[in-house]
């Protein structure tokens, strides 16, 4: 009998095993070999392993289990390579401005009245996220149940590709020495790690402003055994009904290219090969809805044939409610994203990429202890799923945002700041001012420029760290198997009950690599069994 558990020795022999298997050459993006658009792809095709969803986690996913295995890939969007909108850090803004119906960056409003995105490209919220690097805390690794070994060298993995030290220049130094002077310590100075304190973060921005993302893990990948297809929509994970009672098993899915035209993808045979759903916080739950996995009275109404009552597929849905203040500047603010970080509160400042010369210093909330649901608005996968994050219904996410802005007040009257004030800039004045964007399309009170609750209220918006739908131990079990069915797994940020770090892009790309190491050692075990 061999151990389930990640002993170093296991760990240690297995990984030795994978080395030897990867092969000496590997191909650099673009990917002309083995990415192609999906209206080039057959009628019927049939892979080891099927993965829904080339973003953040899904690239790390697919690059590690071609190393031994045959992958195929469906991205509905195309490459982040060739737009200087996606690869250049001055684009970030015109990124999400754009709401053309291929744009990579894909609007959605919630029910709670908050503007909001989801990556529609290869690379994900990576393609087009402020580009903040940091790691989950040793803590959230251990009550996941993680590996602490296996991680480290995850996050070690992806590093090599995506991570950069960024340079710390005027404003953002600025910040770091406010939050210092009103005695947010320790100054952890660089570092990937989540510590308490005063930290400058990691970030996918290369010291050109060039960035890189999950897409350029691939770059691991063997050309020969993954196939990528782009501008492939799925539209339903498909089943081999339960019979002499077993569990349904997925055995592939139904794709269709930009031509509207239909594809079929299954699995081969073996009792191991599987279909992994990697389509994001809102893409995974409403797949295994739209694929007749969820609450049932919710899939009839949209005349879905119920293969699972499951009333948590959707449920615990989650959003790190962030809150600004924009603070115009006497003398230029550098092209920035988000580099110096307060943890765990969070505070960062960050550039305003408009007509006027300011700086921004905004703040979020890590782990709300609010939470949501989502639920299908059509039966369309292009459509975006209805969304209601219900932002500070629990009164202890307000009350941690006012000590965030109490704290930002404190940095904006430090004396590190002087220089980026007009005289006699108060933070109340620039509090009010806030009041007056149309940050959102919640209403306004009164009451918001003399109680920061309300301004909390009044002006939230999102940093894009959404989270929730697909949430372990509801949906799926600790190795991310959807529960109730075989042959299916959810492997992103769907189902995080907390979002890992300030930011948890690096954390979503470890779990690629993870879990692909995972799978492999789990089908190295199974064999040898």
């Known amino acids: 009998m061999v151990s389930s558990s990640w002993s170093p ?3 240690s022999y297995f990984f030795g095993i994978l080395i030897l298997s990867i092969p000496c050459f590997s191909e650099k993006a673009p990917y002309s070999t083995f990415a192609r658009d999906a209206t080039s ?61 291929s744009s990579p960056s894909q609007l959605f409003i919630s029910t709670d009245g908050v503007f909001n995105h989801r990556a529609r490209v290869l690379g994900g919220g990576s393609a087009i996220n402020a580009g903040f690097f940091t790691r989950a805390s040793a803590e959230y690794v251990r009550k996941v149940g993680w ?9 070690e993995w992806v590093e090599k590709k995506v991570a950069f030290e960024p340079q710390v220049k005027q404003w953002q130094s600025a910040v770091k020495s406010g939050l210092l002077e009103v005695g947010v310590k320790p100054d952890n100075g660089f570092t990937y790690e989540h510590l308490y304190g005063t930290k400058v973060g990691g970030s996918i921005f290369d010291s050109q402003g060039h960035r890189h993302t999950s897409a350029d893990l691939l770059e691991y990948a063997d050309p020969t055994k993954i196939s990528l297809l782009l501008y492939a929509t799925v539209e339903q994970i498909m089943f081999k009904p339960a019979v002499g009672g077993r569990k349904p098993r997925a055995n592939g899915v139904r794709f269709q290219d930009s031509k509207g035209n239909s594809h079929l993808a299954y699995l081969k045979e073996g009792p191991m090969n599987e279909v992994l759903l990697s389509a994001g916080a809102l893409g995974s739950p409403q797949m295994l809805m739209l694929s007749g996995i969820g609450p049932a009275e919710q899939l009839k109404a949209h005349g879905i044939s119920v293969l699972l009552d499951q009333p948590m597929v959707g449920m ?12 115009p500047s006497p003398k230029p603010v550098e092209v920035s994203l988000i580099q ?83 005289p006699f800039t108060t933070a109340q004045a620039l509090f009010d001012t806030m009041l007056t964007f149309p940050l959102n399309l919640r209403p306004r009170h009164l009451s918001a420029s003399v109680s920061l609750e309300q301004f909390c209220i009044d002006t939230v918006v999102t940093i894009w760290h959404y989270h929730g739908g697909c949430q372990v131990g509801k949906v799926v079990d600790r190795d991310y198997k959807v529960l109730g069915v075989d042959g299916l797994r959810v492997i992103d940020g769907s189902t995080f009950i907390d979002s890992p770090g300030t930011n948890p892009q690096a954390t979503v790309m470890m779990l690629g690599r993870y879990m692909g190491l995972k799978i492999l050692r789990e089908r190295l075990v199974g064999a040898r069994n």
Do not use: H, W
Not at 60 to 81: D, I, K, M
Not at 356 to 362: D, P, R, S, W
Not at 399 to 404: D, L
């Open 147 to 155: 590996n602490e070994k296996v991680v480290n060298d995850s996050y």
């Open 316 to 327: 615990g849905m989650s959003d790190n409610p962030m809150n600004a203040v924009i603070i």
């Open 41 to 101: 792809a057959p009628k019927v095709i049939s892979f080891d392993y099927i993965i829904i969803g080339g973003g953040t986690c899904g690239c790390a996913l697919a690059a590690t289990l071609s190393q031994s295995f045959n992958v195929l890939l469906l991205e509905r969007g195309g490459l982040p390579y060739g737009n200087p909108n996606i690869t250049n850090i001055n684009g970030f803004s015109s990124n999400l401005a754009n709401t053309s119906p």
């Open 9 to 11: 020795f296991i760990f």
């Open 340 to 422: 110096v970080s307060l943890d765990p509160s969070v505070i960062n400042p960050r550039f305003l990429n408009s007509p006027i010369q300011a700086g921004v210093i905004l703040e979020k909330l890590a782990g709300p202890f609010s939470t949501g649901f989502l639920q299908l608005s059509s039966k369309d996968p292009n459509d975006n799923p209805l969304v209601t994050f219900n932002y500070f219904k629990d009164p202890r996410d307000l009350q941690r945002c006012v000590q965030g802005m109490r704290t930002i007040a404190e940095v904006i009257e430090s004396t590190s700041l002087f220089d980026f004030k007009y």
